[in-house]
């Protein structure tokens, strides 16, 4: 359950930027899986999960980047450069603003390999807030200035792992710390 508090005087542009209500309203405008299911289209296991029916309990183990050997090593960087040359099968970046897309009439997107998604999608949470009047509001970083520090890069890095699993074929990958 999220608060309904009134935001404070660090927030003086309340309701402008869409990530400032993250995650609410992006949850409150897609599907809602159901078991340990997840993924755009419900199609994919939760995070710790795997089976035909998303029921075994799975656990990932991550290393520590300084113990990782020269082939562990040498594997990561493979799989960061297939990222880097794999595009993405499930995502597309907007290329465009709402307004120039005319309400979605006039669609402006653009394929993008897995590994730059997850720059895009670091740099949207992080980027400054653009304002109604063409102004920038430049005072705000609502990935790494707010309550939603944690949650968020947990998240994303879960998520950047599942890419990266997919596109090489190895359930077995984990980011190192």
Request: proline content about 5%.
């Amino acid at each position: 359950v999220t608060s309904n508090s009134p935001v404070g005087a660090q927030f003086p542009f309340s309701g402008i930027d869409d990530r400032e209500n993250w995650p609410i309203v992006f949850y409150n405008r897609t599907c809602q899986c159901q078991g340990n299911f997840m993924g755009y289209n419900c199609g994919e296991c939760r995070f710790g999960y795997m089976g035909p029916n998303c029921t075994i309990r799975r656990n990932m183990i991550r290393k520590e980047i300084f113990r990782m050997t020269t082939a562990e090593k040498d594997k990561f960087v493979a799989y960061l450069n297939l990222a880097k040359r794999s595009i993405s099968p499930d995502y597309v970046i907007a290329t465009g603003t709402y307004e120039q897309m005319n309400n979605g009439s006039n669609p402006m997107f653009a394929d993008i390999n897995v590994y730059d998604l997850f720059v895009w999608l670091h740099y949207y949470a992080s980027r400054d807030a653009f304002l109604e009047d063409g102004s920038v509001w430049a005072n705000i970083d609502f990935a790494h200035e707010a309550p939603g520090f944690l949650p968020w890069h947990r998240f994303f890095l879960l998520l950047w792992e599942r890419e990266i699993q997919k596109v090489t074929g190895d359930d077995n990958f984990t980011i190192p710390y």
